[in-house]
């Protein structure tokens, strides 16, 4: 499972920078193009930003942070993923997900110094994000999911069945 999830984490890098090619080449900056309508209601446009810090432009200009803690946690991650590289496919995708969101994002820090950013949803106040952005929230959402619902209950389910043929074993001795 361990090699599938390096081809997940691939395939979504290459989507991110797709994408972020596309709007570069074909959409100027500050830019809006109006997607999805519901009646007269703007719902999701594509705008074409670039940031230089995270979420609401919090910690601008700190390039070398905003590469550092991305790099760590990539890091970190694909070590956890390779270390249970036999576990949950849950676990294998959230993963997937936030470590190929991290790469997509840290391509553009480090190649331009700041991240391009396209996703407008107009219902609310909300920061514009991107594809990357998109993939490290649901990934941390579904491990998040997995650690609290999921870790250790087939572990859990294999303990108690063996206790229960070690039990079985001495009642027949």
């Known amino acids: 499972m361990f090699i599938i999830s390096l081809a997940i984490i691939a395939v979504l890098t290459a989507i991110d ?3 972020k090619f596309a709007v570069v080449k074909n959409i100027e900056i500050g830019e809006i193009i109006k997607v999805v309508k519901f009646g007269s209601h703007d719902i999701l446009s594509l ?3 670039t940031n230089d810090g995270a979420a609401w432009s919090i910690m601008s200009g700190k390039t070398w942070f905003l590469i550092g803690i ?3 946690v990539i890091i970190a991650a694909l070590v956890y993923m390779y270390k249970k590289r036999g576990g949950s496919r849950l676990q294998t995708i959230s993963l997937s ?3 190929a969101g991290g790469i997509g994002n840290l391509i553009d820090r480090i190649r331009i110094k700041e ?3 396209y996703i407008l949803f107009e219902p609310i106040d909300f920061p514009i994000f991107n594809f990357a952005d998109i993939c490290v929230v ?3 959402v579904l ?3 997995y650690i609290i619902f999921l870790e250790g209950k087939g572990q859990k389910y294999r303990s108690s069945e063996s206790e229960t043929e070690k039990a079985d074993n001495n009642e027949q001795a």
Do not use: E, K, M, R
Request: proline share 5%.
């Open 17 to 19: 920078q797709l994408i």
């Open 47 to 49: 705008t074409h930003i």
């Open 70 to 72: 991305p790099v760590a």
């Open 97 to 99: 997900l936030v470590i």
């Open 115 to 117: 991240v391009v950013d």
């Open 138 to 140: 649901v990934g941390a």
């Open 143 to 145: 491990f998040c999911i």
